[in-house]
């Protein structure tokens, strides 16, 4: 299996997006929309001090009568985050993510925040491998010369 640096590669949108944990759910999910992510890694300065997603968002408001306008980000988000480093493969991070029922993983080199995979990232991966073999077994047993 290929490492997460070369999923990291092939996404169309590299850029991670982010949030402060004193905005509000209501502003997250707006941002999610608007950028049409799943989750937001949630930071202070350049720290890393949460992970907010859909599924955390819909969580919360199902156990809260407070409207979205009065939580922060911060009562809704998963943390401490997992990462993963770009030298992890796409087998051990789906390992992981099935192990800890996680969607989202950021990926840091050294300390330093480069990407963040999705389950779909990794199973639009898996999905091009298998398409690939696929492939290459049908040219093999048609004779193909490739």
């Not at 408001?61 to 409207?67: G, K, S, V």
């Not at 080199?109 to 049908?138: M, N, P, T, W, Y």
């Amino acid at each position: 299996m290929k490492p997460i640096s070369q999923i990291l590669k092939s996404k169309p949108q590299a850029e991670v997006q982010d949030i402060a944990p004193d905005a509000t759910v209501q502003d997250a999910a707006t941002l999610m929309t608007q950028r049409n992510v799943g989750a937001l890694l949630v930071r202070e300065g350049e720290q890393i001090v949460g992970i907010v997603s859909e599924r955390d968002i819909a969580r919360r408001l199902a156990t809260t009568d407070r409207p979205v306008r009065q939580l922060a980000v911060r009562e809704v988000m998963s943390a401490p985050v997992q990462f993963v480093s770009p030298r992890h493969t796409n087998e051990e991070c789906m390992a992981l993510m099935t192990e800890r029922r996680l969607r989202h993983l950021p990926v840091l080199d050294d300390g330093r925040l480069v990407g963040l995979v999705s389950i779909g990232d990794l199973v639009k991966d898996i999905i091009a491998e298998q398409q690939f073999i696929i492939d290459q077994l049908g040219h093999y047993i048609a004779g193909d010369q490739r």
